[in-house]
């Protein structure tokens, strides 16, 4: 079956404009988890989706970021006013969502890698 | 806190040779789940295995074992007779078992590049 998806596969933005990722799951799965992968930083954990309980945003690095998730299924990350510090791959993965997710294989689309100029 | 070490950060081989790489981490959890994942060049993280804080068992497949230790808290990884396609970075994550708390921890990542 298909895997994640995520659109665009490449974003070039200039400082201070918003930028918008898209994922779309793996049918079926219900968990949907946004990481980041950046030179410095390594990969991070931004924000974890489940079903329809209030998402966990105890990642995202700062209120310009933000995330939704439209019945249930495909997700938007959302950064406002883009600094440089932001140019990373942005990548999204989903879980079957049993049992919360808890301790569930995390399978990953080929992310987004946004550089802001 | 969770952390997990991976402290070879560079690895290079000839093909043919075995190679080991380390993964070392740091949970208060009793119940953890332990991962591998691979990234190529192209960038996609590819999910390899899975093991929960209860099953030590190694584990095999092809040219790919798994040794997890809970007394060394330490989940490492071999190739054995290592291919050029083999090349990549690898990561190792941890990831609590409890409700709301399903976030990966991820290691630093190892280059390992195999040399024809």
């Known amino acids: 079956g298909a895997g994640v998806s995520q659109s665009p596969s490449n974003k070039v933005t200039e400082k201070g404009k918003d930028v918008e990722l898209r994922c779309d799951p793996i049918s079926g799965h219900t968990a949907l988890y946004w990481y980041r992968q950046s030179l410095g930083q390594g990969l991070e954990f931004l924000i974890y989706?489940?079903?329809?309980?209030?998402?966990?945003k105890s990642g995202l690095p700062s209120d310009r970021f933000s995330a939704e998730r439209t019945g249930g299924s495909v997700s938007t990350l959302t950064i406002q006013r883009t600094q440089q510090e932001d140019s990373a791959v942005y990548l999204c993965a989903s879980s079957l969502g049993l049992a919360g997710g808890a301790g569930e294989t995390q399978y990953f689309g080929p992310g987004t890698r946004l550089l802001v100029l | 806190a969770q952390k997990v070490t991976q402290a070879q950060t560079e690895i290079s081989v000839v093909e043919k040779e075995d190679v080991t790489l380390d993964c070392v981490y740091e949970t208060r959890d009793t119940t953890y789940y332990l991962f591998w994942y691979k990234q190529p060049p192209s960038g996609e993280l590819v999910f390899l295995i899975r093991r929960n804080s209860f099953d030590e068992q190694n584990e095999i497949s092809g040219r790919y074992s798994w040794n997890f230790q809970k007394s060394t808290s330490s989940f490492n990884f071999t190739i054995t007779a290592s291919q050029v396609v083999d090349s990549a970075v690898y990561f190792c994550a941890l990831s609590e078992a409890k409700r709301g708390a399903q976030k990966l921890v991820f290691g630093q990542g190892t280059r390992l590049t195999i040399n024809p």
């Open positions: 989706f489940q079903g329809n309980s209030a998402p966990d």
